[in-house]
């Protein structure tokens, strides 16, 4: 029986809706599993590494990992649809974090240790149960129960089943949970769909930056075209390998104070992470190419033609001098090199720019380099429109979350909509 009892200190639920406590709406919180995975593939199959278990804690007799299938890990957590796992001793990070069993692969969550919520039929809804635990507003009641430990936080199994949750009719909690889903499919179809295109580009890539395209749009291969031996392996005969401080100039960046940010700036400043503000102040005007100093500094970034920039001391720019050379192109490139086998720091990452000079790039006559950079630019636009939808689908998402899971915006008329057509 749910108790429809108010706590004091929560009011103003919409008619219909009721305070509970979660220990109320299912059937128990069992404690138990220890577990970590990392991702990995086998044939396109999600495999999961879950550590040894022993009555809920690691065994140490058992040293090791024991790799886990998908449907190996349902059949070992003896999982039934719907059920959700809830990680309660975790980094501050992933502590509260949860993930439901829907029948399909794949079924990751970050855990130390989890517990299992199975929710009570005709009380509580289990998708509406995990969209709830996953809103802003119980996550931060489920982090409020953190304590911490010596290495990590741990929520307590008593104060978790106090945790009181708004809990709307049963017909209104599947009819939420059938929104959510409805965003969440479109999410992750959008995710698929720029999965798809990233492999493609990197296949291009892998092609078109080694054996290049001809006239017709064909990639080339030694069976029809004459290749050459160079420092970076077979290539077309008619392309140089060049250093990359041989056709740009590499320039450190330059401290910014923190009183020449602007919001609304005409320069883009960049950063080791990318874009971290806007100022009027600038460096130079693009194209040019950014290459991380410190820190993250695999990553690379494009400046477009026209664009005012400035680059902090953490990183470099890469201007470049030689008319024959076309600047997208050569960033493509650079993503295809590994600048975590440049760095000689002990401590954080960092790119020495004699290092950064000497990197060999294949280097085809203009014309192909455009070809080229166009063909990956498309690609390139396609993964940002579909990003730029999927972050469509997340606002989305989180503006539902904050108005459905509330009851500020209802969603009754549609059940009672449903009621009266099945009549």
Not at 35 to 47: A, R, V
Not at 73 to 83: E, N
Not at 294 to 305: C, P
Not at 377 to 403: T, V
Request: hydrophobic share 35%; charged share 30%; proline share 4%.
């Amino acid at each position: 029986m749910v108790d429809d009892r108010k706590p004091k200190e929560q009011q103003g639920l919409p008619e219909g809706w009721k305070w509970v406590r979660l220990g109320e709406v299912v059937e128990r919180i069992r404690n138990g599993f220890v577990y970590h995975f990392s991702l990995m593939s086998k044939e396109g199959i999600p495999i999961t590494r879950i550590e040894t278990i022993s009555k809920g804690y690691i065994d140490e007799s058992k040293v090791g990992y024991l790799d886990f299938s998908y449907y190996e890990l349902v059949k070992a957590f003896k999982l039934q649809y719907g059920d959700i796992l809830f990680s309660h001793i975790n980094s501050f990070e992933h502590v509260g974090k949860t993930a439901i069993y829907n029948g399909k692969p794949p079924f990751l969550i970050h855990g130390m240790n989890l517990l299992l919520l199975r929710a009570k039929d005709n009380v509580c809804h289990p998708f509406f149960l995990i969209f709830l635990l996953k809103s802003e507003e119980i996550r931060k009641k489920i982090r409020s129960l953190s304590r911490q430990a010596v290495n990590q936080v741990s929520i307590n199994i008593s104060d978790l089943s106090k945790l009181s949750i708004p809990l709307p009719p049963l017909p209104e909690q599947r009819k939420i949970a059938q929104i959510f889903e409805t965003v969440d499919n479109a999410i992750e179809k959008t995710e698929k769909i720029i999965e798809k295109y990233k492999r493609i580009k990197q296949g291009l890539m892998q092609d078109l930056l080694t054996k290049g395209i001809d006239e017709k749009g064909n990639i080339r291969s030694e069976k029809t075209h004459k290749f050459k031996d160079s420092p970076l392996g077979r290539i077309p005969e008619e392309w140089e390998v060049v250093r990359l401080g041989e056709v740009g100039e590499i320039i450190y960046g330059e401290r910014l104070n923190e009183y020449e940010y602007v919001e609304d700036g005409s320069s883009i400043v960049y950063g080791t992470t990318g874009i971290i503000a806007r100022t009027e102040k600038y460096m130079d005007v693009g194209e040019a190419i950014i290459l991380p100093r410190k820190g993250s500094i695999n990553n690379k970034f494009y400046v477009k033609e026209g664009q005012k920039f400035f680059v902090i001391d953490t990183a470099f720019y890469v201007k470049f001098v030689k008319t024959e050379v076309y600047v997208r192109y050569i960033y493509y490139f650079l993503h295809q090199v590994n600048f975590e086998l440049l760095n000689e720091a002990t401590g954080v990452p960092s790119l020495n720019r004699e290092n950064l000079k000497n990197i060999l790039i294949p280097l085809p006559p203009l014309s192909e380099q455009k070809r080229i950079a166009e063909i990956l630019s498309q690609i390139d636009q396609a993964i940002e429109k579909e990003e730029k939808y999927k972050q469509k689908l997340e606002r989305l998402k989180k503006g539902l979350m904050e108005d459905l899971l509330t009851g500020k915006v209802r969603v009754n008329k549609l059940v009672e909509g449903e009621v009266n057509e099945m009549a």
